[in-house]
């Protein structure tokens, strides 16, 4: 019996031992994404800034003769940094949810997509550029398995058109003050939506042949 339970206590000690050093590695991992996902988001700082600058320099330059062609160009191949950015970051989100510390850090680079989409929209208005803004709105919270399908189908449809589609991912459940403003002035009130160059809404799930009639790339 003494024998017996000396195993006992032995196995015990070990089991334990192995689930606490799974634990601490199971943390380290987590917090080592987390700081993964910190420096994505510190990088965008300057994307950010660089964004607004844009902003006003479409302002201050718009009625110059040679503004357009150089702007519209250097807006495609801004849309297509943020696009890889967003690519990484939702890829680290997919294999670890977003620590509470880590929501403010996105709200940031969820401004960044907002300014990129009014500048997108200023330089079509201006220089009529001819290509497609297309929003997603979607829920950072409570994602639905209909979101999931649909951020599939978007990402093979923006591979299809590459810059030539301004493809905008917008959390609707963020407290964000300018996508509520957004969201009442198209009475955007379920998730997935769509908004297709400010003028098309479409809810719920849509397939890529729905998207190619009102998409130009």
Same mark, same amino acid.
């Given at each position: ?59 201050? =330059?718009?009625?110059?003769? &040679?503004?357009?062609? /150089? ?5 495609? @191949?801004?849309? !297509?940094?943020?696009? %890889? ?51 997603? =709105?979607?829920?950072?919270? &409570?994602?639905?398995? /209909? ?5 599939? @189908?978007?990402? !093979?449809?923006?591979? %299809? ?57």
């Amino acid at each position: 019996m003494v024998v017996q339970s000396d195993v006992f206590w032995k196995a015990f000690v070990l089991t334990l031992v192995i689930f606490v050093l799974g634990m601490l590695v199971g943390f380290w991992i987590d917090n080592g994404r987390v700081e993964e996902i910190r420096a994505e988001y510190k990088g965008m700082e300057i994307s950010s800034n660089d964004a607004r600058l844009q902003a006003l320099y479409y302002q201050v =330059f718009r009625n110059s003769s &040679n503004f357009c062609e /150089p702007a519209i160009q250097e807006n495609l @191949v801004f849309s !297509e940094k943020v696009y %890889s950015e967003g690519v990484r970051i939702e890829r680290y989100e997919k294999i670890n949810k977003l620590a509470p510390s880590l929501v403010t850090d996105k709200r940031r680079y969820i401004l960044l997509k907002l300014q990129f989409w009014f500048n997108s929209i200023e330089l079509k208005r201006t220089c009529k550029a001819n290509y497609t803004n297309l929003v997603y =709105f979607y829920s950072h919270y &409570n994602t639905t398995m /209909p979101e999931h399908v649909q951020s599939k @189908v978007l990402q !093979e449809v923006k591979e %299809s058109c590459g810059p030539n589609l301004m493809l905008i991912p917008l959390p609707v459940d963020l407290n964000i003050t300018t996508i509520d403003i957004i969201k009442k002035q198209y009475n955007i009130t379920l998730t997935p939506t769509l908004l297709i160059n400010e003028e098309v809404k479409l809810e719920g799930l849509h397939g890529k042949d729905e998207l190619w009639r009102h998409i130009i790339c």
